[in-house]
Structure formats: structure tokens, C-alpha cells
């Protein structure tokens, strides 16, 4: 998931309750039975096993584990505490968060030195492939985790971006961000368009992005590179990563490449976007001043809209699937073991807890909106009810659709590097008019520089 509230960093240990909660769940030790709401045969053999492994290993004095997040992850982490206390009364937990680059930015040096490294990192999806590669955490195909049997629990393309090149398991997912198209609908309507007029085609949505500022005013787009982001995601051959092929091969050149540029470069110059980038002030605004009317982006995107960036709107926004039959995911977040932790017992049942558990995806979907990467979770009554931020559009059935068609996409480590250096070079297209298969050749032999150093 991909975070856009900008929060002061903060630590906290919250220890584990002296006591349960009048009527709640009864405390239980670390060699306590699986999770009760976990049905799922692989999913409870997996935690009573990492229950076992905590036996084995808890002293008479509590253990504190820490565990390394960013907002708004980190709100996922904290509401769920209570529960987890009850259950492992004898684990504190010391929730460390970080803004979303500072906290990857001291993940990375902590990896890369050894120093300060927590017993449980978070990581968005952007630097996962990056992550992953760094063979810095703990496989969790391997014992004791033997995370491989849980593979068929969660959505299927989850596990392929967490695995590296060497087939190591580097994390289990949290959450998804199923590709959608966030509108306005009153707007859509005061232009005479229809979703259909939407999502018909690219050149229909262009088309109607024309209309609607014609009509409105608004920008159908913040920004065109959000086209380039959604197409480079979408439909790709079976083993190709986004940038890389199985081989390591660069692809940035590819006709893929010269689609998306070209698309986003028509979107710009037919003036349906707005020219602002995310999380800026301008952003923003933006939603706020009626000025941005869409988005293409993980249906996370939706609860930032109810919760911070334009709760005013309520009611107004529908979600649709991607233009031109496009599946796409765009962000996620994943948990975490280093290699050099200090608490692997206790920080795999709190993996378990935070990615495994029915009741604890359930509950930050509530907390945050976040979309589950749990099949158990997206398969809840919960995802039927109505989203009145959306209008009432049950849209978490959309979204359960949408994820189901995503391919296994292969991630690399050089995936971050490699998704600035062609965001840069759409901006050279775009702002300074480079051409560009040019701009593409110069992205593929900085990227190829760059992944040899």
C-alpha cells in the first residue's frame, strides 16, 4: 500500500495487558493453540507450529520484539496489539515508524550494515523486489517457517513478488493494490459522459478527459505519468518482469514502453492532466478544489480519499476497472523477517498474525481501508457492504475481481532504481519534448549501468 499521510516519526513499546479484558479473549501463553478464526488447515499448522517454536524459547521475562513501519501501515500495527497481547501475553511489541522514504532509507542501511535492524520490517511494494534481493531475511520457504504451504491462502501474484532470483521467500503479503479508476461521478455525468465512455479505450478515455475539462474544468488526471505507470503494469508476457526479463535482460526499450510513453504523452498534450505530482500540497488540493476529477491507482486510493484527502467529496467517487480491459496492481505491503534478528520465533507468529489471520486483515481493512491479500479475508461478508464514500458501489467485489486477474509478475532488485530513471525520462518527454525512443535508450543504458555497478 502506498502511503500518503505525513506523520512525526515515533517509537513506542506497548507492553503486553497485567490482565484480559472484562468479556474479551482470554489471555493465552506462547504455547497456546492456533488462532481460532483461522480455518484454514495450512494456515493453523503454520502458526501452531510458530506457537511451538515460541515454547521453546520464551523466557519468564516478556520479549520485547520490535517491529519497523511507516505510515499508515503503522495504524494497522497498533490497532491490532490489543488482540495480539491477549493472545501473546508474554511479546511485547515496540512499534518503531518512520515517513515512508526515511523508513526504507534506514531499512536499507541497516541491511546493508547490520546495525539497528528490527525483528520485523515492513515493506511497500515499491522496494520489495529491491528487498528481496539484498538476500538480507530469512527464507520463509525454509523451516521453521515452511511459508510455501500458505502460498494457496493469499492472492496468487503475491508470493511472485516476494520471491527473489534465488527462490528465497522473502516475505508474506499484508495488503494489495488491486489497479482501478477512481472518478467523480457528478462531474462524469455534468459532461454527458458515462464510465463506459471511461474505460472503453485509451483513446476514449483521452477523448473523454477532453470533454470533461470542456464541461467542468477538471482534469480527468493529476498527472499523465500515472497512465505510463498503469500500462507498464499491465498485460505482461509470462516471466517478464516490469523492466526486467527471467534473464535480467532490460526491456525498457520494448514496444511495451514506447505504448505507455506515447499515451501518457497524448493524455499531456490533449491538457487532461493537471500537471501535479502525488503527495504534493498541489495533489492535494486538487481533489479537494474539485480541479482533479480521476485517478488510476491501487483501490487503496479510495480509503486516502475518505480518510484525509478529500473526505468532503463523500459520495461523489465511483470505482471502475482500468481502461482497455488493463489488470494491473499497483502498490502492496509485505512483512519481513532480517537474517540477523534477534527474535525469529516471536517475530514469525507476528508475521502469522499480521498477514495469516482472518480477523487481523479484517480489521485493518477497517482501520485503513486497505484491500486484503488474504483469499479468507476477501471472501468475508464484509466485502459485500456498500462503501458509502463510494456512493454505496460495493466496489470491494469489483476489486476481488480485478486481483484474481493479475499475473504472477517477477520483481528484481533493481526495480526502484529502475522505475525512477523511466519516470525521469517520461518527464524529458513531456517537459523538453525529447523523443522518445530516445529517452528510452537513454533509460535502458543508464538502468544497465546502474544494475552492473
Known amino acids: 500500500m502506498a502511503r500518503g499521510a505525513h ?32 480455518t484454514m488447515s495450512s494456515i493453523s499448522r503454520a502458526l501452531g507450529l510458530a506457537a511451538l517454536a515460541l515454547a521453546a524459547t520464551a523466557a519468564s521475562a516478556a520479549t520485547t520484539i520490535t517491529v519497523a513501519t511507516f505510515p499508515d501501515l503503522d495504524r494497522a500495527a497498533r490497532a491490532a496489539l490489543p488482540r495480539w497481547h491477549a493472545l501473546h501475553p508474554d511479546i511485547a511489541v515496540k512499534i518503531v515508524s518512520l515517513q515512508y522514504a526515511d523508513h526504507h532509507t534506514a531499512m536499507t542501511t ?10 520485523v520490517m515492513a515493506i511497500d511494494f515499491k522496494f520489495i523486489g529491491k528487498f528481496a534481493g539484498s538476500r538480507g531475511f530469512e527464507d520463509l520457504n525454509k523451516p521453521p517457517y515452511d511459508a510455501g504451504a500458505l502460498r494457496g491462502q493469499f492472492v496468487g501474484y503475491t508470493f511472485a513478488q516476494a520471491t527473489n532470483a534465488q527462490g528465497e521467500l522473502a516475505a508474506l503479503p499484508a495488503d494489495i493494490g488491486p489497479g482501478t479508476l477512481l472518478y467523480r461521478a457528478d462531474l462524469v455525468a ?14 476514449s478515455f483521452i477523448a473523454s478527459g477532453v470533454k470533461l475539462k470542456a464541461a467542468t474544468g477538471a482534469n480527468l488526471l493529476a498527472d499523465s505519468a500515472d497512465i505510463v505507470d498503469i500500462v507498464l503494469r499491465s498485460n505482461l508476457p509470462p516471466g517478464d518482469g516490469i523492466y526486467f ?17 506515447e499515451l501518457g504523452r497524448a493524455a499531456h498534450r490533449a491538457g487532461i492532466d493537471a500537471g501535479t505530482t502525488m503527495w504534493t500540497n498541489e495533489w492535494v488540493a486538487g481533489f479537494r478544489s474539485n480541479r482533479i476529477a480521476g485517478a488510476m491507482m491501487g483501490a487503496w486510493l479510495a480509503g486516502h480519499l475518505k480518510n484525509w484527502l478529500a473526505p468532503e467529496t463523500s459520495g461523489k467517487w465511483r470505482s471502475a476497472p482500468l481502461p482497455a480491459g488493463a489488470a494491473a496492481s499497483y502498490g502492496g505491503s ?20 499480521m498477514t495469516a489471520d482472518k480477523q487481523t486483515q479484517l480489521a485493518s481493512l477497517r482501520t485503513l481501508d486497505t484491500f486484503p491479500a488474504l483469499l479468507a479475508a476477501q471472501q468475508d461478508p464484509l466485502m459485500d457492504e456498500p462503501m458509502p464514500f463510494l456512493g454505496g458501489q460495493k466496489a470491494r467485489e469489483l476489486w476481488r475481481d480485478i486481483a484474481a486477474k493479475v499475473p504472477a509478475i517477477p520483481v528484481d532488485k533493481y526495480d526502484s532504481m529502475a522505475t525512477d530513471v523511466i519516470r525521469a525520462e517520461y518527464q524529458n518527454v513531456i517537459a523538453q519534448g525529447k523523443d522518445i525512443p530516445a529517452a528510452l535508450a537513454d533509460a535502458k543504458s543508464l538502468i544497465e549501468h546502474r544494475a552492473r555497478r
Do not use: M, N, Q
Request: no cysteine.
Open 110 to 119: 541497516a541491511l546493508a550494515t547490520g546495525s539497528g535492524l528490527p525483528d
Open 190 to 203: 455534468t459532461a454527458g459522459l458515462t464510465e463506459a465512455d471511461l474505460t472503453r479505450s485509451w483513446d
Open 7 to 38: 506523520r512525526p516519526a515515533s517509537a513506542a513499546v506497548l507492553p503486553p495487558p497485567s490482565a484480559p479484558r472484562a468479556g474479551g479473549t482470554p489471555r493465552r501463553g506462547p504455547g497456546a493453540a492456533p488462532l481460532r478464526d483461522l
Open 334 to 353: 509485505f512483512y519481513a523477517i532480517p537474517r540477523r534478528a534477534a527474535h525469529k520465533p516471536e517475530a514469525w507468529a507476528f508475521v502469522l498474525f
Open 245 to 261: 526479463d527471467h534473464a535480467g535482460k532490460v526491456l525498457v526499450d520494448g514496444p511495451r514502453f514506447v505504448h505507455a510513453f
